[in-house]
């Protein structure tokens, strides 16, 4: 449940028209065992992929990084911004629970919901950082022109650097949000799927 910013490229060149802020997203797994709610809080701590600013396992993770392509055109002495299209290319690593048949009815409800809220919660990252890359092509796009490419090239490195820290402050003020309203946000999911199967239920 924690992102990790790889990096930021920035590619000078000429390119076609820009197109809205593009998402590269992959989804890989790691295998879980246990059959209790225990067993499998044991082996989240245990298997969970490592984020390094932290040095701790968590039960999600995403692994994020942002590439820029940028256009210039020069005329008369000046140069401009043209076209600027940022990609965030993120791999999203959840939690593949092996023993789901050998295990209580509650214990696989309570997986579902917490494993649905873990996927929720890793999306969510993807979408910040994809708000954040379409602010960054909207404000590179903005631009005025400059006395060389030189000079624009320079400036929207320093437009990126800048986005990227306010993409930071986003994701890490997302997680503390996210952190403390964990128990009740759960506890608030798993009656919801209790009063849907009871309907069902009902209704059949």
């Not at 076209?83 to 048949?101: C, D, G, N």
């Not at 309570?110 to 969510?124: Q, V």
């Not at 990126?160 to 964990?182: G, P, S, W, Y």
Request: hydrophobic share 40%; glycine share 4%.
């Amino acid at each position: 449940m924690k992102r990790l910013v790889l990096s930021a490229l920035l590619a000078v060149g000429t390119i076609g028209p820009a197109s809205a802020a593009n998402v590269v997203k992959t989804y890989s797994y790691y295998r879980i065992g246990g059959k209790t709610l225990d067993e499998i809080e044991t082996q989240l701590a245990k298997r969970g992929p490592e984020v390094k600013t932290t040095g701790l396992r968590h039960p999600g993770a995403t692994q994020m990084s942002f590439s820029t392509r940028i256009g210039y055109a020069e005329k008369l002495g000046s140069c401009r911004i043209d076209s600027a299209v940022v990609t965030v290319k993120a791999k999203v690593i959840l939690p593949l629970w092996r023993q789901r048949r050998h295990a209580d009815a509650e214990v696989r409800l309570f997986w579902d919901t917490l494993f649905a809220d873990i996927k929720r919660h890793e999306d969510r990252h993807v979408e910040i950082a994809k708000n954040h890359a379409r602010e960054l092509e909207d404000a590179l796009k903005a631009t005025w022109s400059f006395a060389d490419c030189e000079q624009a090239a320079a400036k929207a490195k320093e437009m990126t650097v800048r986005m990227l820290a306010r993409h930071e402050k986003a994701q890490v003020r997302f997680d503390r949000v996210e952190r403390i309203n964990f128990e009740s946000r759960i506890l608030r999911l798993l009656k919801y799927r209790l009063e849907t199967i009871e309907s069902r239920r009902s209704r059949g």
